[in-house]
């Protein structure tokens, strides 16, 4: 593993453990040249996924940029980054499981949203507002409409149970 300080091709690992979900193996690690201290997690990947955009690009699936999109979303709410990663990895496990190797960028969106309104409800308006493509306050009050009767349908479904 490459130094992030100095470059350096050699680094030691001086404790390894696995996550609290069992979900990857977080690994410490020094450089021998400049001492420097760094972390790195080690994950399972079952095969490559290609993310497939819009207008029919290509790029590779990257669990980092779930994350980076959910804590756009969840900025300044009362959501812990632990939380975040393991939406992000659940999301990942039922990707990799369905067996595709390219996957449309709508399908994660989705999986995207489905994750944030169980984190944070304004979160996922936020979310939705971009991946939805509001363009007028309209749009906001319909989307909003659709919220609250799905909070509503959820609220139901606990006071059933």
């Known amino acids: 593993m490459r130094c992030p300080f100095c470059n350096n091709d050699e680094t030691q690992v001086k404790d390894s453990r696995p996550t609290e979900d069992n979900s990857a ?12 201290r760094f972390t790195t997690f080690e994950r399972l990947q079952l095969r490559e996924m290609t993310v497939v ?16 999109s959910m804590q ?6 009362p959501v812990e980054l632990s939380q975040i990663e393991k939406s992000a ?4 496990r039922i990707l990799e499981s369905q067996g595709e190797t390219e996957i449309e960028s709508e399908k ?12 944070d409800v304004v979160a996922y308006i936020r979310f939705a507002s971009v991946y ?3 363009r007028n306050p309209s749009d906001f009050n319909d989307f909003l ?3 609250q009767d799905l909070k509503l349908s ?3 479904k606990i006071k059933k149970a």
């Open 25 to 36: 193996i977080r690994r410490r690690r020094s450089c021998p040249d400049c001492g420097q």
């Open 89 to 92: 990895d659940n999301i990942a």
């Open 145 to 147: 409409s659709e919220v």
């Open 72 to 77: 756009i979303a969840l900025r300044k709410r």
């Open 53 to 68: 955009k819009e207008g029919g690009r290509k790029q590779p699936f990257d669990r980092d940029k779930i994350i980076k």
């Open 108 to 119: 994660i969106g989705a999986l995207v949203m489905k994750a944030l309104i169980e984190l």
């Open 132 to 134: 939805k493509d509001f």
């Open 154 to 156: 959820q609220e139901k």
